[in-house]
């Protein structure tokens, strides 16, 4: 029985868990949504959220508690500054596990963890188009954008030097009375 044994090993060492669990807390705070596998995002909830529990209370010692598990002093100002007066007054439950299937080279389940009041931070995919429907509808701005670029690839070719044109050789006419062929000679025997 495992009463009271917090955490799964992942397949690594205490050490080698560790700086995975702050490389992958790194990453989620300084991202705000992360894709691993299922076993590695349930392993970082319990991670991540008592640091972010730490983190609202602004004083010296929650600094260096959260500098302690985080190695880049940007994401940690960055969590004092914006993350964790944007989750306010939430009790808890900071992260969201959202299993996506199994990976196509080995089979591992896969999942994204993301931060709650951020769902909204990443760009929505472009919905797929699906037969009989039109592509969808562009905005003023991306027409622009791409008209711009057209711009500049058609002002870069004209100011590009023109490629020299290959001189052709003339060709041999073949009439009905004489046939122009190729002869090679075969390789004589030394010797002989």
């Given at each position: 029985m ?42 970082l ?11 609202k ?16 002093r ?5 969590l004092?500054?914006e993350i ?9 439950g ?7 299937g199994?990976?196509?080279g080995?089979?591992?389940?896969m ?5 709650v ?13 699906v ?7 562009e905005?003023?701005e ?9 711009k500049?690839?058609?002002?870069a070719?004209?100011?590009a ?5 290959k001189?052709?050789a003339?060709?041999?006419k ?5 046939k ?8 004589q025997?030394?010797?002989?």
């Open positions: 495992r009463h009271g044994v917090k955490g799964k090993k992942l397949g690594r060492t205490a050490s080698h868990r560790l700086a995975t669990l702050k490389v992958l807390a790194t990453s989620l705070l300084q991202h705000k949504k992360i894709k691993t596998t299922a076993a590695k995002a349930k392993a909830r319990g991670f991540v959220e008592p640091i972010i529990t730490k983190a209370t602004d004083s010296v010692h929650a600094r260096r508690y959260v500098a302690e598990k985080i190695n880049d940007a994401v940690v100002s960055e004092f500054a964790v007066p944007k989750i306010g007054e939430r009790p808890g900071y992260t969201r596990v959202v299993h996506l199994q990976r196509k080995d089979g591992a389940h999942a994204i963890i993301e931060l009041d951020y769902s909204g931070v990443m760009k929505p995919k472009a919905p797929k188009k037969k009989g429907e039109e592509a969808p509808v905005t003023p991306e027409v622009k954008a791409e008209e711009k670029k057209e500049k690839t058609k002002a070719k004209k100011t030097a023109p490629k020299p044109k001189e052709k003339p060709k041999e073949v009439t009905k009375e004489k122009v062929t190729k002869t090679t000679k075969s390789p025997k030394k010797g002989s």
